[in-house]
C-alpha cells in the first residue's frame, strides 16, 4: 500500500464536529461518498466513493486495506488516506483524488482509453505537463501527431471524448481553448476529473453542455 495526501478536508472537518457532537459513534462504520465529485459523509459503504475512514488513536494500518482507507488521529484531527497495491495499479475512473499529473482530467481519459480501446496516449505525456502549467491543452494537442488520430464530431457515442472551456466555472483566464476534458458514456453521461475534485460520471446537462468546444472521435485504424 501507499499513502497519500487528503486533497480536500471539509469532509473530515465536518466527520471531525459529528464525532465530537455524538452525531457519529467513534466504532462507526464510515464512507466518504462520492456525490458529483465531491466528498459527503455517509454510514453505509456507497457504490461511488472515494474511501472507507477509521477512527484510532495514532495513524497508521499494520496490514494493507481491501479499499482506500483514511485514518482520522484521535483527537489530533491528523489524517492520511492509505491506498492498496491494487488501486495503484489500476486506478478505478471514480473516485480519484485531484493530484495534478499524475490523477487529472488527461490522466482519466488516457486510462480509459488505453483499458477499454487499447489505444496509447502515452506519447502525449507532455500535454499533461502543458495543461499543468497553462490550463490548455488546444495547442499542444493539435500540434502532436497524436491529433492525426482522431476527428471532430457533432453527435456523439460511448467512448467519444470531449474537450471543454471551463472559464465560466472559475478555472483558466479569458480563452476559447479547451482546458478540460472527458468521455462521453452514453445517455447523457460523462467521465471526467475536474481540478480539485473526485473523478466521477455525471450528466451532461445544460450546466455543462454550455462549456463543451467539441466532441471528438479516434479514427478506424
Known amino acids: ?31 466518504i461518498e462520492n456525490i458529483r465529485g465531491r466528498g459527503r459523509i455517509t454510514t453505509t459503504q456507497p457504490t461511488s466513493m472515494l474511501c472507507r475512514v ?16 483514511a485514518m482520522i488521529e484521535w ?13 495503484v495499479a489500476e486506478p ?17 481519459v488516457a486510462d480509459y482509453y488505453k ?22 491543452m488546444d495547442s499542444v494537442f493539435h500540434e502532436h501527431p497524436e491529433y ?6 457533432t453527435n456523439p457515442d460511448i467512448g467519444d471524448g470531449i474537450f471543454f472551456n471551463v472559464n465560466g466555472l472559475g478555472f483558466g ?10 468521455v462521453y458514456l452514453g445517455e447523457g453521461n460523462f467521465l471526467h476529473h ?3 475534485r473526485l473523478s466521477c460520471v455525471e450528466s451532461l446537462d445544460s450546466e455543462w453542455k454550455k462549456y463543451i468546444l467539441h466532441y471528438v472521435r479516434q479514427r478506424d485504424g
Open 75 to 87: 483527537p489530533s484531527g491528523r489524517t492520511k488516506m492509505y491506498l492498496p497495491d491494487a488501486w
Open 194 to 196: 475536474f481540478s480539485g
Open 92 to 108: 478505478p475512473y471514480e473516485g480519484r483524488q485531484w493530484v495534478r499529473g499524475e490523477y487529472d482530467c488527461f490522466s482519466l
Open 1 to 31: 500500500m501507499i499513502e497519500q495526501q487528503i486533497s480536500d478536508l471539509n469532509p473530515f472537518m465536518k466527520l471531525t464536529q459529528q464525532y465530537i457532537s455524538g452525531e457519529i459513534a467513534a466504532d462507526a462504520d464510515v464512507w
Open 115 to 136: 483499458r477499454e480501446t487499447e489505444h496509447d496516449m502515452t506519447g502525449l505525456a507532455s500535454l499533461a505537463l502543458r495543461i499543468s502549467d497553462t490550463n490548455t
Open 173 to 182: 483566464q479569458g480563452s476559447n481553448l479547451p482546458n478540460h476534458c472527458g
Open 148 to 153: 492525426e488520430n482522431w476527428e471532430p464530431i
Open 54 to 69: 477509521i477512527r484510532a488513536d495514532t495513524l497508521g494500518l499494520a496490514e494493507e486495506p481491501t479499499v482506500p482507507t
